[in-house]
């Protein structure tokens, strides 16, 4: 026998849907001078965004953004390339908070220094950056509130990023990557996060791909490739306490070309099907990561 539901007869929770228009315009210009090459791009965004409250007052607001970005690099004969950038960013953020307000639009600014590497006479590439990322407004789960979302004064994230990606010989290629960061709220209304590390984040991560392919023989254009991938611990709670693990996880793929332009492709992420927490917005607020997913696909080029 079933209990009978008892039926709510409290206040709506929320009855609302948000609507967002956005248009843009982009430009950008390449200057090469000698050996160094500028690259300047700016872009500009008009944002409208209504949300139409069916138990409470509407809401609406209009944005205008301007980011842009400028890169300079130089090229030396030896491969090595040195390198520097500064960009902005403006993302516009869907959503209402627990107050019943309009999230405000996250921005950014990043400036990164580094050096990219290309041996003469070899098929492969590699690069350093040291890098200094702030975001404002960046969304975070409410504390106070956990069904919404609240946002951060300021994020900063700086540190060291490497890559290679190197073909070995004509059918053997490695890709490679590691990024550690420097995580912290540098910014917030509340003193006592200022220096701690937002939830939801690794501060760690690293991969390694490697593919193979068949040139003679009756394996010939049949390839295969296998990897891992490391994502680093986070964190769980605004006051650092609660660790969600690392991880490690595998995948595959098998591909077959033909005729030039046909290829086929089986790719498996995770193949071990582990099972594992991927992040946590706050303790009562986890995401298991994907288990075991097998993805086929058939391609042409011309």
């Known amino acids: 026998m079933y209990d009978v539901n008892t039926p709510y007869d409290g206040p709506l929770y929320q009855d609302a849907y948000i609507t967002q228009g956005q248009a843009a315009i982009y430009l950008q210009d390449q200057i090469k001078w000698n050996r160094f090459t500028l690259v300047l791009s700016g872009r500009n965004d008009w944002v409208n965004l209504v949300a139409n409250n069916r138990i409470g007052p509407s809401l609406g607001r209009d944005d205008s953004k301007f980011s842009g970005r400028a890169g300079l690099i130089y090229n030396f004969d030896n491969g090595l390339a040195p390198y520097a950038s500064y960009a902005t960013s403006y993302n516009p953020v869907v959503g209402i908070n627990a107050y019943g307000e309009l999230q405000l639009p996250e921005t950014a600014g990043q400036s990164e220094v580094g050096v990219k590497y290309q041996p003469p006479g070899l098929d492969a590439r590699f690069g350093i950056a040291l890098f200094d990322l702030k975001r404002k407004n ?165």
Request: aromatic content about 14%; proline content about 3%.
């Open 138 to 302: 960046a969304l975070t789960t409410d504390p106070n509130n956990t069904f919404f979302q609240t946002q951060n004064g300021e994020v900063t994230s700086r540190g060291v990023k490497l890559e290679a990606v190197a073909n070995i010989t004509r059918d053997f290629k490695v890709v490679a990557s590691y990024t550690n960061y420097e995580l912290f709220v540098s910014k917030d209304l509340d003193p006592t996060l200022i220096g701690t590390v937002p939830t939801a984040k690794p501060r760690e991560v690293a991969s390694l791909w490697m593919d193979y392919t068949f040139r003679e023989g009756w394996l010939d254009c049949f390839g295969f490739g296998g990897g891992v991938r490391y994502i680093g611990s986070s964190f769980a709670d605004t006051a650092n306490t609660l660790t969600v693990p690392s991880v490690v996880l595998g995948d595959l793929a098998a591909h077959y070309e033909w005729a030039n332009n046909w290829r086929a492709a089986i790719n498996v992420a995770n193949i071990a099907d582990t099972a594992y927490v991927a992040s946590c917005g706050f303790v009562t607020s986890c995401f298991y990561g994907d288990r075991r997913r097998i993805t086929g696909s058939l391609s042409y080029k011309w």
